[in-house]
């Protein structure tokens, strides 16, 4: 016989064993571990707006200081995806880009004033810490990590600005108890586990920050008297994609 006719006689002869077999034909590749039943993973995007202002005094009799008022803006954006990894997520930072930093303050008497600008350099960083599946709900941990101190302007005692963060766990680390200044909305960052079926889900996370301090036994570096106070509004939007 021809090596053609072989060829051709092949796919008859597995169409009666098909048969004969009780009538299953062979699954297709990879149908025997079962089709996937969702996504490979998801694209994550986190957009973080926040405005700021603060004030402080100096602290003494005499002639009262000129107050040093300031405020901020700024605008960052986390691109990263989310993989499976069995009951829990693996979490993959691709790059960060800060689209908008600009922090400034003025000081002294009316028609006498100073203005400064801190340095492109000290832009904050936005971070996304981790994704945690609780339940029926997953948990984005977010902050911004910098070292500012104010005021700008020349003063015997500065204070680190405390840049927003979201809800700490109970079991977290002490700090500087963020949380408990909160004056509007929720920084609580959680997602419902239903968005993970959806094609492209985006959710918005809102609220507002104030806090005020006085010297020197509620915030080292400030003189007796001296005071700061310090506030914010965050907008935080999170957008997943399935891949």
Not at 91 to 112: C, F, I, N, Q
Not at 113 to 135: D, I, Q
């Amino acid at each position: 016989m021809a090596k053609g006719s072989v060829r051709r006689f092949l796919p008859v002869l597995a169409g009666l064993l098909a048969l004969f077999g009780g009538g299953k034909a062979s699954p297709p590749p990879g149908a025997a571990f079962g089709a996937p039943s969702g996504p490979a993973w998801w694209e994550v995007r986190l957009l973080v707006t926040v405005r700021g202002e603060y004030r402080s005094w100096e602290a003494g009799g005499g002639p009262r200081r000129p107050a040093v008022a300031g405020d901020y803006s700024y605008r960052a954006r986390w691109e990263g995806r989310l993989e499976p990894d069995g009951d829990d997520f693996l979490l993959v930072h691709l790059k960060t880009e800060v689209l908008e930093w600009r922090l400034g303050e003025k000081a002294g008497l009316p028609g006498e004033e100073t203005r400064l600008e801190a340095p492109p350099a000290s832009a904050p960083e936005l971070r996304l810490n981790y994704v945690l599946k609780e339940g029926r709900s997953l948990e984005f941990s977010i902050g911004l990590d910098g070292c500012i101190h104010l005021p700008l302007h020349g003063s015997p005692g500065k204070v680190p600005l405390l840049l927003p963060q979201s809800a700490s766990r109970p079991d977290g680390l002490a700090g500087d108890r963020y949380d408990e200044f909160l004056t509007a909305g929720s920084n609580s960052i959680v997602l419902p586990e239903t968005d993970l079926a959806r094609r492209r889900p985006v959710r918005s996370f809102a609220w507002k920050w104030e806090r005020g301090v006085l010297g020197p036994a509620s915030r080292p570096g400030l003189a007796d008297g001296a005071g700061f106070n310090d506030a914010h509004s965050v907008e935080a939007v999170v957008t997943l994609a399935a891949r």
